[in-house]
């Protein structure tokens, strides 16, 4: 068996869940989500848990089984305690600030970058250089985030850019010494 697959997914408490078809959907304390399962595993509800079973042996049921029990383990953990990504803004005059719905960042660009912040999902600036994305939907959560990363991925030379908090980056040597030959 899979070994994501085989473990049960725990209900906490508060938590509902409903299965119709190839949908699930999930209702919790910080909202609701739903997805669409794969239609050959089939999902029991019994206990304040969640199983799910397979048919078959075949390499895409078991890569399905343990899809959708990860994609139903996401949604309860997103409608109870939320996921957050951290960025970190690094180097001179880069900064971020919030207006409503939409993120203003200056990152060395001839004009500062103006994001739209998607539905259901809260951004935070802490201080100038550190912007928390948080919402119940880890996709989301995650898509937006690289989004952000992505207007300019931190250079390995001076480690200027949007970074992941957590991120390490690898810094490069630079050109050695002009001047130096006699």
Known sequence: MS??????VLLPSGVEVNHSGDELSVKGPKGSLSARLPSMIRVEVADGELRFVRP????????FH??????????????????????????????AELKGKTLN???GFSHPVEVEIPE???????????IRVEGIDREQVGQF???????????PYKGKGVRYADERIRRKVGKAAAGTAA
């Open 120 to 130: 259901g999902l809260e951004v935070k600036v802490e201080g100038t250089n550190q």
């Open 145 to 155: 985030a690289a989004e952000l990363r992505s207007i300019r991925p931190p250079e």
């Open 66 to 95: 343990g899809l959708a029990r990860a994609l139903a383990a996401n949604m309860v953990k997103g409608v109870t305690e939320g996921f957050a990504k951290e960025l970190a803004i690094e180097g001179v005059g880069y900064r």
């Open 3 to 8: 070994r994501i697959g085989r473990l049960p």
């Open 105 to 107: 960042l200056l990152l």
């Open 56 to 63: 078959d042996e075949r390499k895409q049921t078991r890569a």
